[in-house]
């Protein structure tokens, strides 16, 4: 079959897959990983095998670009303890726990290949575990540890898999391979930084929101490109382009910009995040094949995958569970000591056990899992079974823990984030971006750029409208609160926004109708669409401020 046909089906199943998930209760990847699998062992159905240069090089940087972009960089600064934690330190703990287990399995294995194979077992992948904890409502400060782990811990780990590689053709001290990561690390962030901040600037330069994006494409590889040619961490430099990206954006770029990149990118994303979990499934016949070696066959790989999955998930909770205690149980002696209540829901509430337990099961792996396997040197011993171990891990704890952790959530017994309440801060940001503009249109001094001062009857239609959006969101706080006792009428800003759509339906057809008719120009037809998308986008993006 022609690739392009494959590509072509790929995408169909990807949305088909991404349409039913919902209704399913279960987590897209997990769904395409199973798809994937159910293809491969098709009875003359080639085997798969995508190099982990395509996926390392090529995919993981637009993906955790896209995801640094979107992670406000006040989070990653609030929750940096616990990231670094779980991103470094897990990380490492995990990579030396596994790799003296695989040591002490393989009889002929070095201990430096070991530790390679245990870096590679060690980083999470938290695709469907934040699509879980978006959808089931957790904390939105657990949520950004989640992400923020999934962002850092692939530079850990691929930083130690270099390192450990690099042990195998030579001695290695302990020293050099914390030298190599301090200079990884600080390496990284500069030349991401510097990516960063050049790239905003130049694109605030440009007022064309197509150009601006057309940039965006090109600035993960700028960051990763330079950071790996010096022996820097290209995903960290990745990850801290993006970062900057996002924040300063929101004050540089326009809002077509913006909004162009918001969903440019957002599709991008959805497409390479649910296309590796199809072809990491797909690659499972080809894996099995690879296996030849009769003095460790694939049953016995597989087990060893599953005793390494269990080491993995027993080393998470002991490193996650007693600090997440420890932390509540001083934060409420804290709290018994100034005389104050404890609310679990306050915004620096530890999460405590039940947060614990959570991210505790949150530790799914991924397809940089098996990517970064199969970059291991061709002279390893038991390069096949090492590769098929580190895909059993990946496919154990993703359909696993990702098919489990719903209940998980349940059972712990956490306090969800209240959507009444995120409803009313939202609303009373407005209140204060409406005072703002309020207090700039009394100012006495206000000209215009032509040096006028505006008709009062426009200052008045400018400010009536900025009061009718901060009504709007304080009526979606009220109805939230009270929908599930007293349900009722539709609120005015959900009346307006309803019968205002009907109105952009009936003049849409209107505008259909006058392109057939050939009675305006193709230029004036152009205009009149693009007024009314934008118009209906914003009224669109108003009803999802509801969910």
């Known amino acids: 079959m022609r ?20 209704r399913l209760k279960i987590a897209a990847p997990i769904i395409l990983v199973l798809i994937g699998i159910g293809i491969s062992i098709i009875p003359g159905v080639q085997p798969v095998v995508v190099p982990s240069a395509l996926i390392l090089t090529v ?4 993906l955790l670009y896209a995801s640094a972009i979107n992670l406000p960089l006040s989070d990653f600064r609030k929750n940096i303890v616990s990231i670094t934690g779980l991103s470094v330190a897990l990380v490492f703990v995990s990579a030396f726990g596994t790799g003296l287990l695989l040591f002490w399995l393989f009889p002929q294995l070095s201990l430096a290949s070991a530790i390679a194979l245990g870096a590679v077992i060690s980083p999470t992948d938290a695709v469907s575990a934040a699509s879980i904890a978006k959808r089931l409502g957790l904390p939105h400060r657990l949520v950004a540890v989640i992400e923020g782990e999934s962002l850092v811990n692939d530079a850990s780990a691929l930083v130690l898999l270099r390192s450990a590689v690099a042990a195998t053709a030579g001695a290695v001290s302990i020293w050099q391979v914390g030298g190599s990561f301090v200079y990884s690390v600080v390496i990284a962030a500069i030349v991401g930084g510097i990516v960063g901040v ?75 995040e649910n296309a590796v979990f199809l072809i990491m499934g797909l690659q499972l016949k080809g894996l ?60 620096d509430a530890p999460a405590g056990a039940p947060g614990g337990l959570v991210l505790s099961w949150s530790g799914m792996r991924g397809v940089v899992t098996l990517a970064a396997a199969q970059s291991l040197p061709e002279n390893t011993p038991y390069r096949p079974q090492l590769i098929l171990i580190a895909f059993t891990v990946a496919i154990v704890t993703l359909v696993l823990q990702g098919t489990t952790l ?61 009061l009718l959006r901060s009504q709007s969101a304080w009526e979606l706080a009220q109805t939230a609160e009270h929908a599930a006792v007293a349900p009722g009428a539709l ?54 401020l509801a969910d």
């Not at 600035?219 to 970062?243: D, H, K, Q, R, T």
């Not at 109105?503 to 009675?519: G, I, P, W």
């Open 3 to 22: 690739n392009e046909v494959v590509a072509v089906i790929g995408v169909i199943v990807i949305v088909g897959v991404s349409v039913f998930a919902p």
């Open 59 to 62: 995919v993981l940087p637009p």
């Open 198 to 272: 050049v790239t905003v600037w130049v694109r605030s330069k440009l007022r064309d929101p197509v150009l601006t994006t057309a940039i965006s494409f090109a600035v993960p590889f700028l960051a990763y490109v330079p950071a790996e040619e010096i022996g820097a961490s290209g995903v960290l430099a990745v990850v801290a382009a993006g970062l900057l990206t996002g924040h300063f954006g929101a004050k540089y770029f326009s809002a077509p910009s913006r909004i162009s990149e918001r969903l440019t990118w957002r599709t991008l994303s959805f497409l390479l």
């Open 288 to 347: 099995l094949e690879s296996v030849v070696d009769q003095k460790l066959s694939v049953q016995q790989a597989v087990l060893f995958g599953l005793y390494a999955t269990v080491l993995l998930i027993i080393l998470r909770f002991v490193f996650v569970m007693p600090p997440a205690v420890l932390m509540s149980w001083r934060y409420r002696r804290r709290l018994a000591r100034q005389g104050v209540a404890f609310d679990p829901g306050a915004p």
């Open 406 to 466: 719903p209940f998980v959530i349940r059972w712990s017994g956490i306090r969800l984030a209240s959507p009444v309440a995120d409803r009313e801060e939202f609303a009373s940001l407005v209140d204060e971006l409406q005072e703002a503009g309020r207090g700039m249109l009394e100012n006495p001094s206000l000209v215009l750029s032509d040096g006028t001062v505006p008709d009062p009857e426009v200052v008045e239609r400018v400010r009536h409208d900025a």
């Open 491 to 544: 609120p005015s800003s959900e009346q307006y926004r309803e019968l205002r759509l009907e109105v952009l339906r009936v003049e849409r057809e209107t505008l259909l109708d006058a392109r057939d008719r050939e009675s305006f120009s193709s230029h004036a037809i152009t205009k009149a669409h693009e007024m009314l998308d934008l118009e209906e986008s914003r009224l669109v993006q108003n009803e999802g």
